[in-house]
Nanobody
C-alpha cells in the first residue's frame, strides 16, 4: 500500500508562482511515471504534466513554457513549479504515480488527495 501526500497549494495573484510537491510513501518497489492533473469546478480532470522515471517531461499545451515538472527519485517525490500563473489555472491539483509494488509485483495507479490552487486576477 502506498500513499501520495501533496503540499504547496494556495492563493496567489495572477503572474505569481507556486511550487507543488507530492511525496509517495509506503511499500514501494519503484515508481514509473508521475504526474499532475487538475480539475476546475464544473470541468473534467485534465492532464497538466507528466514525467517518466528517467526524467522526460510532457506538458499540456496550456502550461508549456510556464510550468516545470521535476522529480527526486531518491525521495519518491514529484514537483510542479508554476510560474506566470493565470486565473484559468485555478483548480484542484492532483498528483498521480504509477507505483510498482505488491506480490506478485505489478504497477498500481495512486492519486493524492488534491491541493487547491487559486489565482486571483
Amino acid at each position: 500500500q502506498a500513499q501520495l501526500v501533496e503540499s504547496g497549494g494556495g492563493l496567489v495573484q495572477a503572474g505569481g508562482s507556486l511550487r507543488l510537491s507530492c511525496a509517495a510513501s509506503g511499500s514501494i518497489f519503484s515508481i514509473n511515471a508521475m504526474g499532475w492533473y487538475r480539475q476546475a469546478p464544473g470541468k473534467q480532470r485534465e492532464l497538466v504534466a507528466t514525467i517518466t522515471s528517467t526524467g522526460s517531461p510532457n506538458y499540456a499545451d496550456s502550461v508549456k513554457g510556464r510550468f516545470t515538472i521535476s522529480r527526486d527519485n531518491a525521495k519518491n517525490t514529484v514537483y510542479l513549479q508554476m510560474n506566470s500563473l493565470k486565473p484559468e489555472d485555478t483548480a484542484v491539483y492532483y498528483c498521480n504515480a504509477a507505483v510498482v509494488a505488491g506480490f506478485p509485483i505489478r504497477e498500481y495507479a495512486y492519486w493524492g488527495q488534491g491541493t487547491q490552487v487559486t489565482v486571483s486576477s
